[in-house]
């Protein structure tokens, strides 16, 4: 068993862009284990913008949170031998000791800090890594964001930010499925010609070259019914008036501010667009349908065996990479060792 682990804190307060800098890479020795608690080893740490947000609001010297795929090495709690998969809370860490039984609250909700691997898993060729893509977060947030905020209907519009993202590009594809039309914006010409290509979206732009408002006035003549809003600030500002009346706007993440907190870019269509259009506008967490969360497994993984929607995946082999793994993502600069209209990414711990 090892006796020591690998951790990754931030190194510096971190308010404006985020570089491989702010990292530093930590040792301390493992205790023995105490009753109940367990060890793991991460197999599959997940890189996700969220991180952007936690550092905005961390000291120096605090550990990098994350979620990651693991491997129980090590137990004195029958409920979790050794050798049990989990999808454990427990940051940019190699190796950590947990009382599994420990929840933690997200959204309002209190959750499990280990949960065992989705049993969906067992049935599908799916990697084990896809209970942080398809069957987690990412894919979850899709799903019941779709159906049980947005109400898609076939026929409807709908417009996603970083639409070749994690989350968008199931987004995109499940929409496409429910047979709506979908417009998608991502920051990259080559995830753009992506997502129109492969993922059959019926409108791709590169929002960072290309006029919005004239996109818009392209691929959607008649309105946006549903905005799916992952980005916020000036990208939504301008998506805002070419709702549709009755229009639904979720707005599940905010990109544009996370590495920005001291100025954030507000939203200043907002009021004219709710008022005049009779707007539906929601922020979405998608723990609030935590109870949900098995049945919509179900869904995606029949969906994925009948091949309507496909995960994209790159793993990335080696703890060191995180920060630069992290620091690409945040920005979609495309490197060479990293494809990165892959969006979902994950680093071997
Ligand atoms: N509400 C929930 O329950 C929930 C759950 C999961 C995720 N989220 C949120 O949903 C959003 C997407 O998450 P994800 O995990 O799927 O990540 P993601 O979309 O894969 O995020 C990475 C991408 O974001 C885009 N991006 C980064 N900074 C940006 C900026 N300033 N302006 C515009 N785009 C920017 C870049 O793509 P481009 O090159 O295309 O610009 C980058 O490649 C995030 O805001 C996340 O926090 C919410």
């Known amino acids: 068993m090892p006796c020591s682990r690998k951790f990754w804190v931030l190194k510096d307060t971190c308010r404006d862009e985020v570089t491989t800098d702010y990292f530093e890479e930590e040792e301390e020795d493992l205790e023995d284990l105490r009753k109940g608690e367990i060890m793991c080893r991460a197999l599959f740490i997940s890189v996700d913008p969220i991180t952007r947000l936690h550092i905005a609001y961390s000291d120096p010297g605090q550990p990098i949170l994350g979620r990651q795929v693991a491997r129980v090495v090590e137990s004195r709690n029958t409920d979790f031998p050794k050798g049990k998969l989990l999808v454990v809370a427990m940051g940019w860490s190699n190796y950590s000791i947990v009382d599994p039984t420990m929840t933690q609250e997200m959204g309002g909700v209190e959750v499990p800090l280990c949960e065992t691997l989705p049993r969906q898993l067992e049935n599908a060729s799916l990697p084990k890594s896809s209970a942080m893509g398809l069957l987690g977060i990412p894919g979850l947030t899709a799903y019941l964001g779709l159906t049980e905020l947005a109400k898609a209907e076939e026929g409807e519009t709908i417009v996603i930010t970083s639409a070749a993202g994690q989350m968008g590009h199931l987004v995109g594809q499940l929409a496409r499925h429910m047979g ?170």
Not at 232 to 245: C, F, K, R
Request: proline share 4%; net charge negative; with cysteine.
């Open 180 to 349: 709506l039309r979908v417009i998608g914006f991502t920051g990259c010409s080559d995830k753009a010609s992506w997502i129109k290509t492969e993922l059959m979206y019926d409108w791709a732009f590169n929002y960072k070259t290309q006029d919005v408002k004239q996109a818009l006035n392209i691929a959607a003549p008649n309105g946006v019914d549903i905005f799916w809003d992952a980005v916020g600030g000036d990208l939504a500002n301008t998506i805002l008036p070419y709702m549709s009346y009755y229009g639904r706007v979720i707005m599940v993440g905010n990109l544009a501010n996370y590495g920005n907190m001291d100025n954030p870019v507000s939203i200043s269509m907002i009021d004219l667009a709710i008022h005049l259009k009779e707007l539906t506008i929601t922020g979405f967490n998608v723990y609030r349908y935590y109870h949900m969360w098995e049945d919509a497994r179900e869904a995606l993984v029949k969906l994925f065996k009948e091949e309507k929607i496909k995960p994209y995946e790159h793993v990335v082999e080696g703890f060191e990479f995180l920060p630069e793994v992290f620091v690409n993502q945040m920005n979609g600069k495309y490197q060479e060792n990293y494809i990165q209209n892959i969006p979902s990414i994950f680093v071997v711990g």
